[in-house]
């Protein structure tokens, strides 16, 4: 009863958990800027439309993994503090973005 609980919150944790989709083709990032909310846990949807598998790199965010040709792979950044953080394609350098994180707007 105790692990039910814990797994059916967790499932609800990450349904609650915003996805950005990034998608590599020709050997670079559409979009090549995403903006995510400081404080904020997200889940990046790369999808490597190209045939050659891709890295999706960031120093920044301390990620780095391959994304096979043609396939998906999600990455969980975050929570991040408001600020600047690049990412870059390492098979293919000149393929650069950026995650952009902005403070919440108060009201």
């Known amino acids: 009863l105790v692990l039910a609980a814990l797994m059916t919150a967790s499932t609800a944790a990450l349904a609650k958990t915003p996805q950005v989709n990034l998608q590599i083709k020709n050997h670079a990032f559409i979009p090549a800027e995403v903006k995510v909310l400081a404080g904020t ?3 990046l949807l790369i999808h490597n439309a190209d045939t050659t598998p891709a890295e999706f790199e ?5 990620r780095e993994v391959v994304v ?3 396939g998906d792979v999600v990455v969980f950044i ?6 600047h953080y690049g990412f870059f394609n ?9 995650v952009i994180v902005t403070a919440p707007v108060s009201r």
């Open 41 to 43: 846990r997200v889940k």
């Open 58 to 62: 960031s120093y920044d965010l301390s």
């Open 68 to 70: 096979p040709g043609g």
């Open 78 to 83: 975050g929570p991040l503090d408001p600020g």
């Open 90 to 98: 390492d098979f293919y350098p000149s393929a650069t973005g950026r």
